[in-house]
């Protein structure tokens, strides 16, 4: 049995959790399982008829994503997870396949000489969001990468507009095998293009929902709240202090 969160979740702490008599046992606990699929069971907890809580569990071994499923079919010791960040000179296509588990379509141009004016990847959402993607494992700054993706952005953007498959919104985004705290000096640059900034920590919160995708909107809403804001928040100092 599994709370929203994934905590385990006992009849006994819903017990502590509601105060209910100190004399009440676990077997004066009801719970109810209603069957949604194949892969989970709803279960709905009573006490002497009182409503207490319901929560999803789930069959671990059974994925929500067919695109999971195929993956693991090749992928059996979870190696993309476990190594993701270990070649550097594969981080692009682990990004691709990342994207694709969460069920993007993607464009990959990344080592095609023919097309190095382009950005890295191109991944669309089945909601219409056009994620427009640089991935790197350096300075994200470095030999103007940020004002490049804002361009290469902007160009995508124009040459769509009058589509008959013109994207609902289209997002630049930078993707870093660096922690958030090596891209703070760039937060301003990110923030006065409206770029994106996905760092490993945000990666590997990814990586843990490959077999469970969020959906494109929640997806896209998370995108857009990775921009940094204008200022990056300072510690309080003497100087300033009001």
Known sequence: MFSAKGRPRSAYELHRRRRMPEHASTSDYNIQTIIARGWSRSKFLTYDGEFLGSWWARDQSITF???????????????????????????????????????????????????????????????????????????ISSRGKLRRLYERTNAIRAALANSAYRPSEVLAVMVTSSPKSDTLHCWDELANYKIAIVCREEIATLLAQIEAP?????????????????????????????
């Open 65 to 139: 994503s067919a695109r999971a499923a195929l993956h693991k079919a090749v992928d059996r010791d979870n190696a993309l997870v476990a190594k993701f960040f270990d070649d550097r000179n594969a981080f692009e296509e682990h990004v691709l396949a990342l994207l694709s588990l969460l069920g993007l379509d993607c464009l990959y141009y990344g080592n095609i000489t023919e097309l190095k004016d382009g950005p890295d990847i191109l991944a669309l959402s089945n909601q219409g969001h056009l994620y427009v993607i640089e991935c790197t494992t350096g300075d």
């Open 214 to 242: 969020p959906t494109a909107d929640r997806l896209f809403a998370a995108a857009v709240a990775a921009i940094p804001a204008t200022q990056i928040p300072q510690p309080p100092t003497a100087s300033n202090l009001p």
